[in-house]
């Protein structure tokens, strides 16, 4: 997990609450991910950004959002439009270019009752 | 568009055995191939990567993969098995051609579990 952090480590919201999660690195990587993992399911892509100022929606965007104002944090927020949001969320980063793979967080365990 | 089966929800073996979890791939172009580990409530853990070159790739803690393909297969080993090896394990392609950094699949995962 080094060179990435997220926090918190556990989250509990109540329904209707937004919630932000936090990424940061330290790897001067370009590129950042956010990922939901479900039991079963692996991985699926919520939004990931390039570069600062810019990023783009992955498979399952509807209701997060995210903002990269700074290369080394790309925070998500979870609205309440986010149907299921109780969920594993994985943060990563990598420098496309120089071997693709990418380099996760520890993750952040959200749960909304 | 690329994607990753790994057949295997969960794989046993006894601890000193071998152990294989496998993985196969779908892309247009080449692929870049990747290995991750998962311990509980922890983030995942690069293990190796294909790209090109020898079919066979060494990686972290004793483990390898033997990129086929032929039988479009990155299937994972390690030639004794450990403990502490249990964990959740992704496969995952690129297409080798894309430009877009959305193209990273990831397999659904499989629970390897070594028995003492």
């Known amino acids: 997990d080094g060179g990435i952090t997220q926090s918190p480590k556990y989250l509990f919201r109540k329904e209707g609450q937004n919630v932000t999660l936090s990424c940061e690195q330290n790897?001067?990587?370009?590129?950042m991910y956010w990922y939901r993992q479900d039991p079963g399911q692996g991985l699926r892509l919520i939004y990931y950004s390039q570069i600062v100022n810019d990023f783009q929606k992955g498979d399952i965007a509807e209701g997060y959002s995210v903002s990269r104002e700074k290369k080394e944090s790309f925070p998500l927020t979870v609205t309440s439009a986010q149907k299921n949001p109780t969920a594993f969320y994985l943060c990563?980063?990598?420098?496309?270019?120089?071997?693709?793979?990418?380099?996760f967080g520890p993750g952040t365990r959200l749960t909304v009752t | 568009a690329q994607s990753v089966a790994q057949p295997e929800d969960q794989v046993n073996v006894a601890e000193g055995n071998p152990l294989t979890v496998k993985c196969t791939y779908s892309v247009s172009g080449n692929p870049y191939l990747f290995w991750y580990v998962q311990y509980p409530n922890r983030g995942l853990q690069f293990l190796l990567k294909?790209?090109?070159?020898?079919?066979l790739v060494k990686g972290s803690y004793g483990f390898e993969a033997e990129f086929n393909k032929s039988q479009t297969s990155f299937h994972l080993k390690k030639p004794s098995a450990l403990v502490s090896d249990s964990a959740l394990y992704f496969c995952?392609?690129?297409?080798?051609?894309?430009?877009?950094?959305?193209?990273?699949?990831f397999g659904a995962g499989t629970r390897l579990t070594v028995k003492p």
């Open positions: 790897l001067n990587h370009d590129a």
């Open positions: 294909y790209i090109t070159g020898d079919n």
């Open positions: 995952a392609v690129r297409d080798i051609f894309s430009d877009n950094n959305n193209d990273m699949r």
């Open positions: 990563a980063s990598n420098n496309p270019g120089l071997g693709y793979e990418q380099y």
